[in-house]
């Protein structure tokens, strides 16, 4: 009872700071948010001990019963009037909350699209240019982005609680959410409406970088995969069993689009929409046992293949930076 | 007319979270269809939700010195549960009273975001 007693203070702080909590802030909205979750919790607090305090008063201090108009008085006050008053003020100040949150010109527009069960990534330049990725996200930080979500499939919902609150991801509406990173970092954004079998294993990471290094970063991920011309990393696995019919990688014949750009597969932090760290042997894995790891993912496993030939996808999938 | 009775019955009693409806219905109507066609600028909407909620507050404060009156301007402390007919006039009365408190809180909660909000997104 004691160690539960120690451990308990414990459990309930770490679960207030990592990559995944709307209570440890990286952007404006999250910060906003979580300021108004601090300031109900002293709120509610104080509530807590009046109605307790007046409890005590009524059962250990006074004894006889107040009077019929003292009653109504108190009925009046207490459950009338000083909670209207309480949620006015709360209601006004969540909505004034609002427009400051959803205003303001991105210089940087993301369309995100769920789908079954992975995101669709396409950060699209200030001339229009669009560069495709997926089932990672990255920001530069201090300045507004603009996400523009939707779905292909099911209901999905969007969100980072590090960086703002959700929104839903809708088939045939378009909605937009603007996020303002502030701290550099990564963080953790999930699917946040259930979406089937694998929701739980639609994640993704988000890197939050600094401007002139997200600039970077974005012109290497325009360009065509970089693929070292030595006899393990040849595209000639990869192509001869039908992976471009679903997966794109730019600069080779791989073309498909029902399936995640693989363009510069090797340089994102996760595999499976943040399902497993990105290592050799889970790229093999993912390849070999997609449909055990992800229930209703619509790639099938290619298990069948000769272990020469899972060696080599893995190895080319390795070498795209 | 509804508020210019002697006596209460559930129509007045009635009357008050009616308006309340319709101001909603009003507002919620009113700002689909100006953000749906004209979502350039919300002034005219702003305007016109406020003055439907003067009106909805005027007709709210009318039925609530009605009822105050039916009520016996608080002469006698509730239940008001004999069975008289003066007891049942100051139960209507007071119901009423406590509706139009409650119908003039929603109607200004309910207006309260076309006040802050600054664009249909």
């Given at each position: 009872?004691?160690?539960?007693?120690?451990?308990?203070?414990?459990?309930?702080?770490?679960?207030?700071?990592?990559?995944?909590?709307?209570?440890?802030?990286?952007?404006?909205?999250?910060?906003?948010?979580?300021?108004?979750?601090?300031?109900?919790?002293?709120?509610?607090?104080?509530?807590?001990?009046?109605?307790?305090?007046?409890?005590?008063?009524?059962?250990?201090?006074?004894?006889?019963?107040?009077?019929?108009?003292?009653?109504?008085?108190?009925?009046?006050?207490?459950?009338?009037?000083?909670?209207?008053?309480?949620?006015?003020?709360?209601?006004?100040?969540?909505?004034?909350?609002?427009?400051?949150?959803?205003?303001?010109?991105?210089?940087?527009?993301?369309?995100?699209?769920?789908?079954?069960?992975?995101?669709?990534?396409?950060?699209?330049?200030?001339?229009?240019?669009?560069?495709?990725?997926?089932?990672?996200?990255?920001?530069?930080?201090?300045?507004?982005?603009?996400?523009?979500?939707d779905s292909a499939d099911v209901i999905h919902s969007f969100w980072i609680p590090a960086l703002a609150g959700k929104l839903d991801m809708i088939p045939g509406r378009t909605n937009r959410l603007v996020l303002h990173p502030e701290r550099i970092g990564t963080y953790r954004g999930v699917c946040a409406e259930f979406c089937g079998r694998s929701h739980a294993y639609m994640a993704f990471p988000v890197v939050v970088l600094p401007p002139q290094e997200f600039e970077a970063w974005l012109a290497r991920e325009a360009a065509p995969a970089e693929v070292p011309a030595t006899s393990t990393t040849d595209t000639g696995a990869f192509l001869a069993n039908g992976c471009g019919g679903c997966h794109a990688v730019r600069g080779t014949a791989a073309s498909g689009t029902i399936g995640p750009d693989l363009t510069h597969l090797a340089s994102r932090l996760t595999l499976g929409a943040g399902m497993f760290a990105n290592t050799s042997e889970n790229r093999r894995r993912f390849v070999a046992e997609a449909e055990t790891l992800k229930p209703g993912v619509r790639m099938p496993s290619f298990g069948a293949l000769a272990p020469a030939e899972l060696d080599a996808i893995a190895a080319y999938l390795g070498s795209l930076r | 007319m509804l508020l210019r009775r002697e006596t209460p019955n559930l129509w007045t009693l009635l009357t008050p979270p009616a308006v309340w409806a319709l101001h909603f219905l009003f507002c919620y109507v009113a700002a689909a269809i100006v953000c749906a066609r004209y979502p350039a600028s919300l002034d005219g909407l702003r305007l016109a939700i406020g003055l439907a909620t003067m009106a909805a507050l005027a007709i709210i404060a009318i039925a609530g010195r009605q009822a105050h009156r039916h009520w016996g301007f608080g002469s006698d402390l509730p239940p008001h549960d004999a069975p008289t007919p003066e007891d049942q006039q100051h139960f209507l009365g007071f119901a009423t009273l406590l509706l139009c408190a409650l119908s003039a809180v929603a109607v200004l909660f309910g207006a309260l975001p076309a006040l802050i909000i600054a664009e249909c997104r």
């Open positions: 009872m004691r160690v539960a007693g120690s451990l308990a203070p414990g459990v309930f702080l770490c679960a207030c700071s990592g990559p995944q909590s709307a209570l440890d802030p990286a952007g404006r909205e999250a910060s906003e948010v979580a300021t108004l979750f601090w300031g109900m919790l002293a709120g509610a607090a104080l509530i807590w001990l009046a109605v307790i305090g007046a409890a005590v008063f009524a059962g250990r201090v006074q004894k006889e019963p107040i009077g019929d108009r003292a009653g109504l008085r108190l009925i009046l006050w207490a459950g009338a009037v000083i909670p209207t008053l309480v949620l006015a003020a709360l209601l006004a100040y969540g909505l004034r909350l609002m427009p400051v949150l959803r205003a303001g010109e991105a210089s940087l527009r993301v369309h995100v699209s769920g789908e079954q069960y992975w995101w669709r990534v396409t950060y699209e330049r200030a001339d229009g240019t669009r560069i495709e990725s997926a089932n990672e996200l990255r920001l530069p930080a201090g300045r507004p982005a603009e996400i523009v979500l | -």
